[in-house]
């Protein structure tokens, strides 16, 4: 079992930034592919980014790119979502998701772990 923890959520004007974290415990492992959704009521929920354990590649809704950074600390089994230049169309709940056999990112089927996700509001 995985537990996973986000923090960092809050209300926030647009243009401005706010750091996501999602801390692991349990039986963690670099193998497993860690990605952030968010999800709004009465909408699909939606990846926002991915990280492979392996090698580090990132893949990025087009949503979010050149805006969102995801990285992982592995030794303190941490992902992180660095969320610049907010707009109010992110507004949403972040989940922080863990999967060890996905093969489709944006499929959040193929995640095994869910956290309990974190609220970012970003007002205009």
């Known amino acids: 079992q995985v537990q996973l923890v986000e923090s960092g959520g809050g209300l926030v004007q647009a243009g401005t930034s706010l750091r996501l974290s999602c801390v692991a415990s349990g039986r963690t492992s670099t193998r497993y592919v860690m990605g952030w959704f968010r999800q709004t009521p009465g909408k699909e929920r939606e990846l926002v980014a991915a990280i492979y354990g392996y090698d580090g590649r990132t893949y990025y809704a087009d949503s979010v790119k050149g805006r969102f950074t995801i990285s992982r600390d592995n030794p303190n089994n941490t992902v992180y979502l660095q969320m610049n230049n907010l707009k109010p169309d992110d507004t949403a709940r972040y989940y922080c998701?863990?999967?060890?056999?996905?093969?489709?990112?944006?499929?959040?089927?193929?995640?095994?772990?869910w956290g309990q996700g974190t609220q970012v509001t970003v007002s205009s």
């Open positions: 998701a863990a999967g060890l056999r996905v093969s489709q990112l944006a499929d959040g089927r193929q995640y095994d772990y």
